[in-house]
């Protein structure tokens, strides 16, 4: 299941998509389109909903105090969240205890993965390797019992992103995108050196240039 699915599956858990709102939820630095900058430094400019996934739209600027010109309708800024990029798994778990129609402790982690990338690109991960840390499910995630599995985005434990549906990307110890651009040379490379290459093409419904055409595994 795709988020595009999710959205349509689970229409009483919507706010999840909304970016915005998560940051906002968390008690992030940030503010839609028009909202002044409140302090010179590095922000994060994202669209509010992006359901076709890769980080589409997504950069990272530094704004200056005051400005709210910067950022067009539609988009958000953030606070630049330092810290390790996190994609973990979890499963609704069925011993649980009822506590004022609440479940306790609902989730439990079932597999993640540390991320690599540019410091400035947010779409483009140069790899993916699993992880022994999973960090733990903050409460206000508690609301999702009656989803089965999600998958959380954080930078250290700072939540960033909330998935309604399990990660889409394959499930091995080590996990390197291959994008359109570098497709020839680092396959010949990292097939001679034990990986196995897995099509899965992606370029978010044509919004980001450099398409993701697979992963090479181990």
């Not at 795709?2 to 940030?30: P, Q, V």
Request: aromatic share 14%; charged share 30%; glycine share 8%.
């Amino acid at each position: 299941m795709d988020d595009s699915k999710s959205y349509l599956k689970y229409t009483h858990h919507r706010k999840w998509f909304n970016k915005l709102w998560i940051a906002e939820t968390f008690g992030y630095k940030c503010g839609p389109a028009d909202i002044d900058i409140p302090e010179t430094g590095m922000y994060v400019i994202r669209p509010i909903y992006n359901l076709a996934g890769m980080g589409a739209g997504a950069t990272v600027k530094t704004l200056s105090a005051g400005d709210d010109r910067s950022v067009p309708p539609g988009y958000f800024w953030c606070e630049y969240l330092t810290g390790k990029h996190y994609s973990a798994n979890y499963v609704r778990q069925y011993d649980r205890d009822q506590i004022m129609g609440k479940w306790k402790q609902p989730w439990k982690g079932s597999t993640c993965w540390e991320g690599t990338n540019m410091p400035i690109n947010l779409t483009k991960f140069v790899e993916w390797n699993r992880s022994d840390y999973i960090p733990q499910v903050p409460d206000e995630l508690n609301e999702l019992s009656d989803v089965k599995e999600i998958n959380v985005e954080f930078k250290g434990d700072q939540v960033i992103e909330v998935h309604l549906r399990p990660s889409p990307d394959p499930d091995y110890d080590h996990i390197i995108p291959v994008w359109a651009s570098d497709f020839g040379k680092k396959r010949e490379h990292m097939e001679m050196h034990g990986y196995d290459f897995i099509e899965d093409y992606d370029d978010a419904n044509g919004y980001i240039d450099d398409a993701r055409i697979g992963f090479l595994v181990k």
